[in-house]
């Protein structure tokens, strides 16, 4: 009934992980492989400074905190240098880093091939606005 009447996505979801505990949070490594998409050189930069990232400092990051979505999905993850994360807490992020995020998954939609279920996930965060 809630998802009749609430888009924000999976939010029979949220509901029940506030009810409960112990919400299970995976692991982000998965993630790697489409974030990768972003850079060519190989060489991955930070969200929010954009500097080059040694491995041993990298760290997936929710722009959006996920203590306000539980759950992770690739429209909302970023790499950023590890502590740049812990240093934003739970705040929400700022309209900048919104529209950052925006622009970034429409270019990580068109570097991503169009045959997995990942890409009709993006694309149709995209088209609904899921960010906002
Ligand atoms: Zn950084």
New binding site residues.
């Given amino acids: 009934m809630l998802e009749e009447f609430n888009y924000s996505p999976r939010i029979s979801r949220k509901v029940r992980a506030i009810n409960e505990d112990n919400v299970e949070r995976g692991s982000l490594g998965k993630f790697h492989k489409y974030l990768d998409l972003m850079f060519e050189d190989g060489k991955r930069k930070?969200f929010?400074?954009?500097?080059v990232?040694q491995d041993t400092h990298l760290s997936v990051d929710h722009v959006i905190p996920w203590s306000y979505i539980f759950f992770d999905d690739l429209l909302n993850m970023v790499y950023?240098?590890k502590g740049?994360n812990s240093k934003k807490s739970n705040r929400l992020p700022a309209e900048e880093d919104i529209l950052r995020l925006e622009n970034r998954n429409m270019k990580l939609l068109e570097r991503m091939e169009n045959k997995s279920r990942k890409y009709d996930q993006l694309q149709i965060a995209i088209e609904k606005d899921y960010v906002r």
């Fill in positions: 930070c929010y400074c954009g500097d990232i950023c240098h740049e």
